[in-house]
């Protein structure tokens, strides 16, 4: 039914039109994506600043390709979060002592790095428009790709999260370890 003949029964309806609508694909097809990371640590405070922050994805069929890339930009962000600056502090009776956002560091736009984008379709055969899902990749890369850019700046690996300017004093102080071994 075309729009214009939607429109005629509007008033006539007594409420909204609602249209629905669904696609069964046969094979979702895997979906990739790669993330750069390039910082500058301060070895006086163990301060992380990322400088340069590039995602690739592979979308599919990217219908709107500035809305992918926003999806991109926005869904790296709570990753680089917990990688560098979420923390959670627990008591001996399992309370969380941050549970607010005023006791929780988060980012802000100040804090983030710009997020280049690379989109690279690769038409899904496996869906009829040829799509792959972009929102769930991007929870994974960003934590691997600031804790290989920080080990690569300072020859140290942090294993644990987030790598706050304090774990990462910790670890200076420690010394070097053989990162190829980890």
Known sequence: MAFKEIARQLNGTGGPIVGRGTANPIGIGNTFGLHVVDVEVDPETGE?????????????????????EGQIQV???????????????????????????LDCRMPTSLDLPMIDTVVVEAAND??????????EVLLVPPIAAVANAI?????????SLPMTPTT???KLWEGPNDISQQ
């Open 48 to 68: 992380v600043d990322i400088i340069r922050y590039t995602a690739l994805q592979d979308a599919g069929k990217a219908i709107h390709p500035s809305y992918v």
């Open 75 to 101: 869904g790296a962000i709570p990753s680089v979060s917990w990688a560098l600056n979420e923390e959670y502090f627990v008591d001996n009776d399992g309370l969380m002592l941050n549970s607010s956002f």
């Open 126 to 135: 496996g869906h009829p428009f040829g799509v792959r899902g972009v929102g």
């Open 151 to 159: 080990s690569h700046a300072i020859g140290i690996r942090a294993n």
């Open 168 to 170: 990462i004093l910790e």
